[in-house]
């Protein structure tokens, strides 16, 4: 079985998980809608959502996340092992019921740690997993969970890091996929804005290489758990 990734911009790719997924022996096809691919009614063997700078409600300037969004609804629903990655936890949030606003507490970059909540211990993807550094960029947040979500991991400002919907659908606020490089594009990208707000881009970016191995470490079991999950489902 195949896992469909939904990719919204080229700067914000699968980056570590192209290589964990493959080493735990899953084959992907990645859907690049920003190009004119079609979304894809439904995803057989699995679904991974990506992330990228649109918000989750912008159908207008983004005219693929409706049938994304539907994508998602119906992988849930059906009970295909998905998971959604910052804007593509997100979509899953609004896709089954939630809600996603502006955060107000602005933005939240970098190297952030999120902490495991009591019902992660006996999760198949967060099981023993302990407070981690995990990369950060987003500004938008989920403000209520959908019905019947289990929340997994908290963090500050934003407490709604990680959360299961069901048996086989996970939705991370954070970059579990993101390497040094992937956030260094986007940083140099948006290095005004991140100025105005009083970051430092270099330090930022020097956070995120320093946190290469570790970051590595707690993740890639995350990718390996999801493929255990598509390959038994």
């Given at each position: 079985?195949?896992?469909?990734?939904?990719?919204?911009?080229?700067?914000?790719?699968?980056?570590?998980?192209?290589?964990?997924?493959?080493?735990?022996?899953?084959?992907?096809?990645?859907?690049?809608?920003?190009?004119?691919?079609?979304?894809?009614?439904?995803?057989?063997?699995?679904?991974?959502?990506?992330?990228?700078?649109?918000?989750?409600?912008?159908?207008?300037?983004?005219?693929?996340?409706?049938?994304?969004?539907?994508l998602i609804r119906r992988s849930v629903e059906d009970g295909v092992p998905t998971l959604g990655i910052c804007?593509?936890?997100?979509?899953?949030?609004?896709?089954?019921?939630?809600?996603?606003?502006?955060?107000?507490?602005?933005?939240?970059?970098?190297?952030?740690?999120?902490?495991?909540?009591?019902?992660?211990?006996?999760?198949?993807?967060?099981?023993?997993?302990?407070?981690?550094?995990?990369?950060?960029?987003?500004?938008?947040?989920?403000?209520?969970?959908?019905?019947?979500?289990?929340?997994?991991?908290?963090?500050?400002?934003?407490?709604?890091?990680?959360?299961?919907?069901?048996?086989?659908?996970?939705?991370?606020?954070?970059?579990?996929?993101?390497?040094?490089?992937?956030?260094?594009?986007?940083?140099?990208?948006?290095?005004?804005?991140?100025?105005?707000?009083?970051?430092?881009?270099?330090?930022?970016?020097?956070?995120?290489?320093?946190?290469?191995?570790?970051?590595?470490?707690?993740?890639?079991?995350?990718?390996?758990?999801?493929?255990?999950?598509?390959?038994?489902?």
């Amino acid at each position: 079985m195949r896992i469909t990734v939904i990719e919204h911009e080229a700067d914000a790719g699968l980056g570590f998980f192209a290589g964990w997924l493959a080493e735990a022996g899953a084959g992907f096809d990645v859907i690049r809608p920003y190009l004119g691919e079609a979304v894809p009614e439904r995803a057989a063997g699995g679904l991974i959502v990506l992330g990228g700078e649109a918000a989750a409600w912008e159908d207008e300037q983004y005219p693929w996340l409706p049938a994304t969004r539907d994508l998602i609804r119906r992988s849930v629903e059906d009970g295909v092992p998905t998971l959604g990655i910052c804007l593509g936890a997100q979509l899953m949030t609004l896709a089954c019921g939630g809600a996603v606003e502006r955060g107000e507490h602005g933005l939240e970059v970098g190297a952030r740690e999120v902490v495991p909540l009591p019902a992660a211990g006996a999760d198949p993807l967060f099981g023993g997993l302990g407070p981690a550094l995990a990369v950060q960029y987003h500004r938008d947040a989920t403000t209520a969970l959908p019905p019947g979500a289990v929340p997994l991991a908290t963090g500050d400002p934003y407490p709604n890091q990680a959360y299961r919907l069901g048996d086989r659908a996970w939705a991370v606020q954070f970059h579990p996929e993101a390497t040094p490089e992937i956030f260094t594009g986007w940083t140099v990208g948006s290095a005004d804005h991140l100025t105005e707000r009083g970051y430092s881009v270099e330090e930022l970016n020097t956070q995120v290489k320093e946190a290469r191995e570790g970051l590595a470490g707690t993740w890639r079991s995350l990718a390996e758990r999801f493929v255990t999950v598509v390959q038994t489902a």
